[in-house]
């Protein structure tokens, strides 16, 4: 399902226009990120929770040249599956 789909599936399920459902989807992704960014983690109960990690620096390697490069430290996003939703996807 893209994003397309998605927004037809809730304005469907909604009973509204596709607009509002849009709108309404943008806000969600756009509080969900904004929250990650600051730090804080996102809890959906019966959903999952979304949360940042933090990745060390490395030493990797070019697979074309197999040159070593050095890289950096990030930040990674986690998505933690709930218990509800685990139950409902093995059903």
Known sequence: M???ELI???AN???SNKTAAAEMID??????TNALAKGD??????FGSFST????ARTGRNPRTGE??????????????GKAFKDVVNK
Request: net charge positive.
């Open 2 to 4: 893209n994003k397309q």
């Open 8 to 10: 037809d599936a809730v």
């Open 13 to 15: 399920e909604t009973g």
């Open 27 to 32: 806000a969600f992704l756009a509080t969900v």
């Open 41 to 46: 983690a996102v809890q959906l109960i019966g």
């Open 53 to 56: 990690g933090a990745r060390a």
């Open 68 to 81: 070593a490069l050095q890289l950096p430290a990030s930040k990674t996003v986690k998505f933690t599956a």
